[in-house]
């Protein structure tokens, strides 16, 4: 059996199977779990998983074990009723494996009334289903389940082991992937389809959170030239944030980078200062997100910026005496960097042009994943690719375009098939017999 | 009975009652007299006043009849529990009014930790009374009720009436002398003893609450170019402001303000924006206060802001889509005017040199009281003159000068009856005669 024949088979089978995943991912959409609440989300995938007689293993993480761990960050220490769910399809043998992760929490779904539609109602209009997680990233997991699902009602038998993942604690630090880390879960490669809207995302923006406490010296609005504005040293400090990302992008030269035009932008999204109007405010806080590049450490990036802060106060009398306190905070996202032209990405993106029918485009993403996490700590070099709006994501009105989910599925499936290796499907005219991906 | 003889006496009567004076003003900080928590204190004072036998007036204000008022202000709309206090002492007639303004209100304490002494403690140390209200301004109050008992005790007669007045609501927007204004309570001059550190103040700074909210567009921070950082467009408002602050500045030319590098300040007091790290914050609030000068009315600087701002949106295309708002809010304090050659002023210089032996510092003040209201809408000339640190009011530590009170108080004794007119003192050799100042 030609391997065109098989993409016909993943392709109708898909189109047969197409209400059946619709539902499935409103199904997933109507269980808002955000952080603490995805036992409801999880059962659904379990049940799935289970249906398809696939082992399935579910637990919740250990968090007094997680926090003594390096790479460890979450906003809580305990995860009980937030399980982890790991299936496995073992292959025939001698295949490459694959790993494939999806996180189940969503982000809060906010201003309710900033919303056309109930946030959690996984509401069907014209092609796009909308909701909270449905391109962030429930989208992206069930075009994970109804890949092995075609592969496995087709009788499709891979010979790499695939590894089914669904953690929680992406939106929080990656505390979810890093438990299934821990309990030894590797891969020769890793997918993760978060909303790239169909871009091959080789590299990863890793990212972390800053706080930068500004001091000033109160004193009364009337009388303000005998204090010193901590929101006016506060703008030195947003200016000299400034300085810093644009030296820091200035070096970058990497060809995926090409159409952006801040590769490692880093964003003050929060400033609070001053409890009185008629007060010359003594303190501000700015808290932020420091973009890092695919190829920097974390810890590179976080003494450029503290040396910078300091270098920047020299200029200023009152902030050479009082210099801003440089904080880190919260979470962070390692950033991921595989090779354009590993193996995998091989796969993937021919995959991708013999479905869709064009290249696709190959950048490298503007936000962090629980991919940094696979390829530096797991050995596992991971790509991310999968159906959805990014800039949909974490705001009102979310939502994803239905095509992109089962156009996801086929590529995938199909990514599967000449990545793990394929045992031929026994037909009338085929002896059983191992077909070897050509690329 | 000469005036020197007088002053003689009044003089050894303050010296006579320092421990006394001392005592009730550590018994009235120790009542801490936070909005809404007056009584204690108005009540120390009212009993203190009718053991001089004057007619004491205590009411609680009508907060739905003040509401109707043009110049009312308060963050609440019931002073139950909050009573005004009112004394009259009845001059024996043809002489000059007079009335003697303080508030009882202090502001909150803050962070306890921040002090070294118990803030409602009143403990004394090393010729100082520390407490919240020491200063602010319950020294100047103190000062009052000295002066009035020591005319009362050496059988002083005056001649035009005394109107003595300690009030609720002054740090939240004059509730309480409005209430008292309604009343119809008015005199040919009026003195308020807040802490000028013996400066007299004949003018008054105004000055108004302002929020200003900017907006912007939210995105990832990760992808922070498209969106539109509120935080970087506040950062224009601020130095906007900057502008217009040294526009109205460079206007003043009034020799009171010599010594002040900016007698009309424009105070940003407060920043709030953005409530995520990872996000492009689409929204910042800055509230601040605006000093207004003492010939200025509120509209007139009020309107010069609006339209400052609208210029300067002009100047950034985003700005010019997405103006400013600019709202008042909260308090605001009526600028006060006095010509520093009005009777009162030179009776109150006279008696300071009188009494301190050098001239006295005549300034504008740099900040809002309760005098606006008297000297704009109830036609009593309003100077400015006590006892205390401007710069230890609303801090921690809050103090005051122990011999300060007293000088103040002798000051205030002789410029009443200086003011006001004086039946002689009988003694032996005089005859019941009339004083008539000289001045």
């Known amino acids: 059996m030609s391997i065109s024949n098989v993409r016909q088979l993943i392709h109708n089978w898909l189109l047969a199977h197409r ?57 809580r220490q305990s995860f009980t009723g937030s399980p982890n769910i790991v299936a496995k399809m073992k292959g025939t043998g001698n295949g490459r494996s694959i790993l494939l992760n999806g996180h189940i929490d969503v982000v809060p ?12 109602g996984g509401i069907k209009e014209e092609g796009k289903l909308y909701g909270r997680g449905a391109s962030d990233m429930k989208g992206g997991t069930v075009s994970l ?41 590797k891969a020769d490669a890793a997918l993760i389809p978060e909303p790239t809207n169909l871009r091959i995302f080789t590299k990863q923006q890793g990212s972390m959170w800053f706080r930068i406490t500004v ?6 609005g ?19 944030l400034q300085g ?17 035009p ?7 999204g929060i400033i609070q200062g001053g409890n009185w109007p008629s007060s010359v405010p003594d303190t501000v806080v700015l808290e932020g997100r420091m973009g890092v590049a695919p190829y920097e450490s974390l810890d590179d990036a976080k003494r450029e910026m503290v040396e910078w802060i300091g270098e920047m106060a ?98 995938v499936a199909m990514t599967l098939i000449q990545w793990c290796g394929m045992e031929v499907i026994q037909d009338e005219t085929d002896t059983h017999d191992t077909y070897q991906p050509q690329d």
Chains 1, 2 share one sequence.
């Not at 001091?215 to 009364?220: D, E, S």
């Not at 810093?244 to 952006?260: K, V």
């Open 314 to 411: 020299k200029h200023d009398a009152w902030l050479l005496e009082h210099p801003p306190k440089v904080e880190w905070f919260g979470a962070r996202w390692i950033p991921g960097d595989v090779d354009p032209d590993h193996e995998f990405a091989r796969v993937l993106r021919n995959e991708y042009y013999a479905t869709v029918g064009h290249e696709p485009k190959v950048e490298a993403s503007p936000w962090g994943t629980d991919g940094g996490l696979l390829t530096k700590l797991a050995d596992t070099p991971c790509i991310v690719f999968g159906p959805g709006v990014t800039e949909a994501a974490h705001y009102p009105n979310e939502y994803i375009v239905l095509d992109d989910v089962f156009t996801a599925a086929e590529v």
């Open 222 to 240: 009337g009388t303000r030239y005998e204090g010193v504005s901590a929101i006016e040293k506060s703008m030195l400090v947003v200016q000299g």
């Open 244 to 260: 810093l990302e644009h030296h820091r992008n200035s070096r970058i030269t990497d060809p995926l980078y090409a159409d952006n």
């Open 109 to 120: 779904e906010g201003n309710v009334d900033d919303w056309r539609h109930d946030p959690f």
């Open 262 to 268: 801040i590769p490692v932008p880093i964003n003050v």
């Open 19 to 75: 209400d059946a995943g619709t539902c499935l991912l409103q199904q997933l959409v109507r269980c808002p779990s955000k952080a603490g609440a995805e036992a409801a989300a999880q059962q659904l995938i379990a049940t799935h998983l289970q249906s398809l007689q696939l082992e399935v293993e579910i637990w919740e993480p250990d968090g007094t074990q997680l926090a003594e761990h390096e790479y460890f960050y979450s906003p």
């Open 215 to 220: 001091t000033g010296r109160a004193a009364h």
């Open 145 to 185: 389940l109804l890949a092995l699902q075609a592969i496995k009602e087709l009788g499709i038998s891979l010979q790499g082991d695939v590894i089914f993942q669904s953690v929680i604690e992406e939106e929080s630090g990656g505390a979810g992937t890093l438990a299934a880390i821990v309990k030894g879960y």
